[in-house]
């Protein structure tokens, strides 16, 4: 990791809006994840008006799976990213899903039994910032909603450039900044006052909610993670815009130099 990013890598100060010790964090997540994780669908529908699920098609066409690509799905402990790729590859894939968080990864187990999903998906719980997988093991890497809860955002792209193979490419999908005043002030009233609230009712913790969406607002800006993310090293970085700026995906390739 480069001096110039390593110096940007605040967000393990804070818990949303509370500052911690950032060896705190990583255990404070855990614990909001295991809370969620049998209601995890029904938390992404909350956050998003159920349109998460749009937005997880979108990315999946984006990255245009074939069989012959290995894939790791990072933070993916419920399987979404990697069913999706799993059916587009006709179960021919080779697919890792890694997750911290061990209930995560128990739904998720449960969820591709439920679907007759078998071959060709390994599960594995490891973090984000220190993945076990040997340098140029994967030719594309995935982490959809969960680059907000690490607590180093920066160490985690840098593992994620370290895994992937020269030409292999990354794909983020995570809540962001909408663009337009307006529309962001009626979101960010529509997020502070009323999603908190659907948490409780919905699946009895207001508390989870409400940090989730704190983690939000923490999260940097379209522009500041396209920037980060060439400080690393990735080229051909762009992102695009979901539901104006409400999500977005960022994409970036680790080349060659003859490659660049």
């Known amino acids: 990791m480069s001096k110039k990013s390593a110096s940007k890598n605040k967000e393990g100060e804070w818990f949303g809006d509370k500052k911690v010790d950032p060896n705190e964090k990583a255990k404070l997540v855990e614990d909001v994840f295991e809370s969620v994780a049998s209601k995890y669908d029904i938390m992404n529908d909350v956050m998003s008006g159920g349109i998460h699920r749009l937005w997880k098609d979108r990315l999946v066409r984006m990255i245009?799976?074939?069989?012959?690509l290995k894939y790791l799905d990072v933070a993916g402990g419920t399987g979404d990213i990697a069913f999706r790729i799993h059916k587009k590859t006709a179960?021919?894939?080779d697919i890792t899903i890694c997750d911290i968080n061990a209930e995560m990864l128990k739904y998720g187990k449960a969820r591709a039994i439920d679907r007759g999903i078998i071959k060709n998906i390994e599960w594995t719980q490891g973090d984000a910032e220190k993945l076990t997988f040997p340098d140029n093991s994967f030719d594309v890497y995935?982490?959809?909603f969960g680059l907000r809860n690490?607590?180093?955002?920066?160490?985690a792209l840098a593992e994620a450039y370290r895994v992937l193979k020269p030409g292999g490419r990354l794909y983020i999908l995570e809540f962001s900044k909408v663009k337009n005043p307006a529309l962001g002030g009626i979101y960010?009233?529509?997020s502070r006052a009323f999603?908190?609230?659907f948490g409780a009712m919905v699946a009895g913790d207001e508390d989870s909610y409400q940090y989730l969406i704190e983690s939000i607002r923490q999260f940097p800006s379209q522009d500041e993670l396209k920037q980060r993310m060439q400080d690393i090293g990735f080229e051909r970085v762009?992102?695009?815009n979901l539901s104006f700026g409400i999500a977005a995906i960022h994409s970036g390739y680790k080349l060659t130099k003859q490659e660049k």
């Open 64 to 68: 245009a799976p074939t069989a012959d």
């Open 91 to 93: 179960g021919n894939a």
């Open 142 to 144: 995935t982490i959809s």
């Open 150 to 155: 690490v607590t180093r955002i920066d160490d």
């Open 188 to 190: 960010d009233l529509y």
């Open 195 to 197: 999603i908190p609230k």
């Open 238 to 240: 762009s992102y695009k």
